[in-house]
């Protein structure tokens, strides 16, 4: 791999880091499980929505590397979708810090999906979760990337889920730590905010 691939490989990680730890139906399901029926039904719906994200991860690298190959004018629309919807997110998460206050405890969120399935159908069945994993092909792919370049964007992103999930699984089922989550959520929404609007920006100039 080239040395000068890492930068864009740092910020497909960098958005794919504050992508999972955004609060979405995957994050609330694997948290909820485990601080309300333990943290080994934590894990197991972890280990569902790790391999959704393998699945979409790996549908979004074929689907956009075939894309591009056939229509290589087309890069210029797929950035603009990949921006956009990176800049949703921004907006998405800026609201959330306006809210924050008016947040509920997360164990009052409606998710009882309990096993491996449920929570691999709960990735799946997540629109926002193919959006994202287009939008982090979308970022990590140039004309200069190497041939592997979807395999380390995948890899490494998956990586990023297993430990993010997986310290979700572990750490919520201690209700201490979803109390201080929740009294300081305003502080990561604005570290969301920031992220994806960059990403998204970055994106959005590379067009003009």
Request: glycine fraction near 10%; aromatic fraction near 14%; charge should be positive.
């Amino acid at each position: 791999m080239s040395i000068d691939y890492l930068p864009t490989l740092v910020l497909v990680y960098t958005a794919s880091f504050m992508i999972i730890i955004s609060p979405g139906p995957s994050s609330f399901a694997i948290m909820n499980s485990s601080m309300t029926f333990g943290r080994r039904n934590g894990f197991l719906v972890m280990l569902g929505v790790v391999c959704g994200a393998v699945t979409w991860g790996t549908l979004a690298s074929i689907g956009v590397s075939a894309f591009l190959a056939a229509e290589p004018n087309a890069v210029g629309f797929i950035k603009v979708f990949g921006g956009v919807y990176l800049l949703y997110l921004a907006v998405k998460a800026f609201n959330r810090m306006l809210n924050s206050r008016k947040n509920t405890n997360l164990s009052k969120q409606p998710v009882k999906r309990l096993s491996f399935i449920k929570g691999y159908l709960i990735h799946m069945s997540n629109p926002e979760a193919m959006l994202g994993w287009i939008a982090l092909i979308t970022l990590g792919l140039k004309a200069s990337s190497p041939e592997l370049a979807p395999f380390y964007i995948v890899g490494g992103c998956v990586l990023i889920g297993i430990f993010v999930y997986g310290a979700n699984a572990y750490l919520f089922s201690a209700k201490k730590i979803s109390e201080i989550y929740m009294r300081y959520s305003r502080f990561a929404e604005a570290a969301f905010t920031i992220i994806f609007g960059f990403a998204g920006a970055t994106l959005l100039i590379s067009v003009v």
